[in-house]
């Protein structure tokens, strides 16, 4: 208890040093938590895809469509136990910065593929009903102001002109990890209206097919079985699993990612530097002190130790105070960042990366100092001022 | 009464007499330099690629609504209206090349990962119509042929596109007879062949856009008014450098808030560190402080003895940093545009520009960070300062 209560005023001896290198502490923990979430936020559709769903794309690319024809094929391959389909809308809502996804959807088959999108049974009702009407994520929701009844307009980029909605329902995501980002509407009425609007090759087509299979184990088989049955054929296609498809997405921006982590382990370098500093001028400043404790009799190790710990003590509190402070701000960020990040959440892995990589910091920090001041002779440490 | 500045020298022999608190300082702040400087350069470097995609006198002509060529389609009736028009150079015959643009999906070379790569099947005129791309190996693709040719940098980031490599895509079999060097422009990170195997291909009957050469750059405002006025055309002009500037918008936007932020966040640590050394500083130099006031310098040069030992300190921190990030210029940087979703290379692009901005900026967080210690140092009071030792 004595030595605890020795520490604790040799943390605060220098009250204005304490207190920077907490806050330096601090912000660098916070940093790092914040580039930890944006990484997992690009994770995050990976994170919440299913091993027992695939995903049929044409093999060229996703630009390229498949008939609506496939369908009735891919439904009797053996092991698949219910189909839908999607297709990429990409409409501007307003203006291009206000981005988030749009697919037009076989309504039934899609909200049962995706139990984990919520929505009350008189919404689900709504929506089937009424071709024009669309769903949307309690995320978009909560973006742009909209409620149930609004009318919505989006502008396409693909299908030209504008497209007419009624927001019928808004999702809301089983899971904190539910992406709650995106719009859903009829693909039938997609489909009408390209006809009408006389759009040849956006009719009777879609992007890919969802297809949900009762053993996961039995995915890749599968998925090889409804690839061959289209070889060779104007439409080829490629199965993967859904977590594949998804993660193909977060490969295409790899470099990013990796921009991120690296800087994000740059931060920790940082302030890896200012720590040590801090600890190698207090160390010295000490000089006499430590001479003073050997001549008493304490072992080298037991000086060493107290440098240690005093540069743990204030590592681990500036980590502590960094990770608490992570929640609030990771929120305030992921409202702001709106609809582009679908999912904001601090994992529980980065707190605990956050505390170990202070107790790293910590830890490194002191190594040198604390190895020279077991080494002081104590004449000289005695004599120095 | 003279201010009499305290000599520049006092200021850097303390740096050095602290050689490893300055170089551990130095250090944090040469790192926030660098990521400064680095996120400046990749956003640089994205521009200048995308815009020196684009040639001034060139046009693109897609539907009206479309932001990528990808999305759009210029049906074939069209396609001939806008070849015709008077506003289009004709050298024989006119400088219009009628083009699709697609994604194919392609392996890449290091991870194996699958990412989209452009492919722009075009007229041989369309070759023409990019002065700036030039032919590095192998040769031109032929017309009608199944042959393509790869960007520098499709070569470099995928696999299987050699030369004397195929691909095969659409049903068919593509043969790779030569790499083209878009002279660090988009082109780079494309493939071309012909328009009109691409399309048979493809089962496509629309073309993506048309790319057409103007008589004169200023014939640009008529050619927009008639496509205007003309009801059966549903099409946009655009001018190629303007096209292709609004491609990066996306991405540059994301590097600028992300890079800025993280230099903006990490600069407060940097800033504690200068603070701690200085503070450190002051504190042990209290007597001598006491005694260059006796000798008769001013407090301002008290303060400005201090403030110049933290840009000091902060200047050395932001030229290593700067050294670092010029080396970035080296590597190539890949990654997919959010705008066209497919696989564009670019490069770290320092400009004077950048370099001097974070010099500034490195000086800035020295002033920030030895302001307070500084302006504690001029405060401290003779008598007390030479009692204390």
């Known amino acids: 208890m004595l030595i605890f209560n020795l520490l604790l005023r040799n943390v605060w001896r220098h009250k204005g040093r304490a207190a920077l290198t907490f806050l330096g502490l601090l912000v660098a923990t916070l940093a790092f938590g914040l580039l930890s979430t944006v990484v997992s936020a690009w994770y995050a559709g990976a994170e919440g895809a299913s091993n027992a769903r695939l995903i049929t794309r044409n093999s060229i690319s996703l630009v390229f469509p498949l008939p609506i024809s496939h369908a009735e094929r891919i439904r009797q391959v053996d092991g698949v136990s219910s189909l839908s389909w999607a297709n990429w809308f990409g409409g501007i809502y307003k203006e291009p910065k206000n981005f988030f996804p749009q697919f037009a959807i076989q309504p039934e088959s899609y909200l049962n593929a995706y139990p984990e999108y919520l929505l009350t049974e008189a919404e689900r009702t709504d929506f089937l009903r009424d071709r024009r009407a669309v769903v949307i994520g309690r995320k978009i929701a909560n973006s742009y102001g909209l409620k149930v009844g609004d009318n919505l307009t989006l502008k396409g980029t693909i299908y030209p002109g504008d497209w007419e909605f009624q927001v019928a329902g808004i999702y809301e995501g089983r899971q904190t990890s539910t992406d709650t980002a995106q719009l859903f509407f009829h693909w039938d009425y997609l489909n009408e209206e390209a006809k009408r609007r006389n759009l040849p090759r956006s009719q009777n087509t879609t992007g890919v097919f969802i297809v949900q299979i009762a053993e996961p184990a039995r995915a890749a088989e599968i998925s090889l079985q409804i690839d061959s049955l289209f070889r060779n054929s104007a439409y080829e296609t490629l199965t993967e699993t859904e977590k594949a498809f998804q993660l193909g997405f977060v490969a295409m921006t790899e470099a990013i990612v990796v921009a991120i982590q690296i800087v994000s382990y740059v931060v920790i370098l940082i302030i890896m530097a200012v720590m040590a500093n801090t600890m190698a001028m207090t160390a010295r400043e000490r000089t006499g002190e430590y001479a003073t404790l050997k001549a008493l009799g304490f072992s080298p190790q037991f000086v060493a130790g107290l440098i240690t710990a005093e540069s743990l003590m204030l590592a681990v509190f500036g980590g502590i105070a960094g990770a608490v402070i992570t929640f609030p701000v990771a929120r305030t960020f992921g409202d702001a960042m709106g609809t582009i990040f679908p999912v904001f959440e601090v994992a529980s892995q980065t707190t605990v990366m956050q505390l170990i990589l202070a107790l790293i910091v910590g830890l490194v920090a002191s190594v040198i100092p604390a190895w020279r001041a077991s080494r002081i002779r104590i004449v000289e440490g005695l004599r120095a001022i | ?389």
């Not at chain 2, 046009?59 to 990808?70: L, M, P």
């Not at chain 2, 389609?73 to 506003?87: C, G, H, K, M």
């Not at chain 2, 450190?280 to 301002?300: H, K, N, P, W, Y």
């Open chain 2, 1 to 389: 009464m003279t201010i009499t500045a305290v000599p520049l020298h006092y200021s850097l022999r303390n740096l050095w007499v602290r050689r490893v608190t300055t170089l551990l300082t130095a250090g944090g702040m040469a790192l926030v330099v660098f990521v400064f400087a680095t996120s400046l350069m990749l956003d640089a470097g994205l521009k200048r690629t995308l815009v020196a995609t684009g040639e001034p006198d060139n046009v693109i002509v897609s539907r009206k609504g479309s932001t990528t060529e990808v999305q759009s389609a210029v049906e074939r009736s069209q396609a001939a209206v806008i070849a015709a028009l008077p506003e289009v150079a004709v050298i024989g015959e006119p400088l219009a090349s009628r083009e699709i643009v697609m994604l194919i999906s392609l392996a890449k070379k290091q991870s194996g990962k699958v990412s989209n790569a452009m492919i722009r099947g075009m007229e041989q005129t369309g070759v023409t119509l990019r002065r700036k791309v030039s032919l590095m190996e192998g040769r031109m693709f032929r017309p009608g042929s199944n042959e393509i040719v790869v960007g520098r940098s499709v070569r470099a980031q995928f696999a299987g596109v050699e030369l004397g490599e195929s691909l095969f895509f659409g049903g068919r079999q593509w043969y790779v007879v030569g790499v083209i060097d878009g002279a660090r422009s988009g082109f780079d990170s494309e493939i071309w062949g012909d328009v009109n195997s691409l399309m048979q291909s493809f089962r496509r009957n629309a073309y993506s856009s048309i790319v057409i050469r103007l008589t004169d750059p200023q014939h640009y405002d008529t050619l927009v008014d008639r496509l205007n006025n003309d009801p059966r055309i549903t099409l946009a002009a655009k001018r190629e450098a303007d096209y292709y500037a609004e491609q990066s918008a996306g991405l540059s936007r994301f590097i600028q808030i992300l890079g800025l932020t993280l230099a903006g966040i990490f600069s407060v640590g940097a800033i504690i560190g200068a603070t701690i050394t200085m503070q450190a500083a002051v504190a042990s130099r209290t007597a001598e402080i006491g005694t260059l006031r006796a000798l008769g310098f001013q407090r301002q040069s008290i303060l400005l003895a201090f403030l110049a030992e933290a840009v000091g300190l902060a200047l050395l921190g932001a030229v290593v940093g700067l050294m670092l990030a010029a080396m970035m210029q080296w590597v190539e940087f890949s990654t997919t545009n959010f705008q066209s979703f497919s696989e564009l290379a670019f490069g770290f692009e320092l400009s004077l520009g950048i370099a001097l901005a974070s010099l500034a900026f490195g000086v800035a967080m020295g002033v920030a960070g030895g302001m307070v210690p500084a302006i504690r140092a001029a405060r401290i009071g003779i008598v007390e300062a030479l009692r204390c030792n």
